[in-house]
């Protein structure tokens, strides 16, 4: 059964650092892209971050700088490292796994994701 298990949310002040985690289970794990979305009530789950099979990176332009997205395939799990967070940052943190090669503009398309985890609550207050 695949599945991805995310942690590492919490409430912080406006500056400060959070890490999240994403555990997968069920499938071959360096085979996968990984991504993490976030979704603020009242808006579209959007994407924050992908990383690909040969660990090539993407960033939505709000986190550039600021959050760094990696992965131990040792351990099948993905991480996101948010600084310098922001009330805007706040949201539900969701992370994404697929087979499929998405190392281009459009890699952000929900429906490009076969698998979701449950998600792990950010909140950032200033």
């Known amino acids: 059964q695949v599945q991805l298990q995310e942690s590492g949310g919490g409430s912080v002040q406006a500056g400060r650092s959070l890490r999240l985690s994403c555990v997968a289970s069920?499938?071959?794990?360096?085979?996968?892209?990984m991504a993490w979305f976030r979704q603020a009530p009242g808006t579209e789950r959007e994407g924050v971050a992908s990383i690909d099979t040969k660990d090539r990176i993407r960033y939505a332009d709000s986190v550039k700088g600021r959050f760094t997205i990696s992965q131990d395939n040792a351990k099948n799990t993905l991480y996101l490292q948010m600084n310098s967070l922001k009330p805007e940052d706040t949201a539900m943190y969701y992370c994404?796994?697929?087979?499929?090669?998405?190392?281009?503009?459009?890699?952000?398309?929900?429906?490009?994701?076969?698998?979701w985890g449950q998600g792990t609550q950010v909140t950032v207050s200033s």
């Open positions: 069920g499938f071959m794990y360096s085979d996968y892209c």
């Open positions: 994404a796994a697929d087979p499929m090669p998405k190392h281009d503009t459009n890699w952000s398309q929900l429906a490009r994701w076969d698998t």
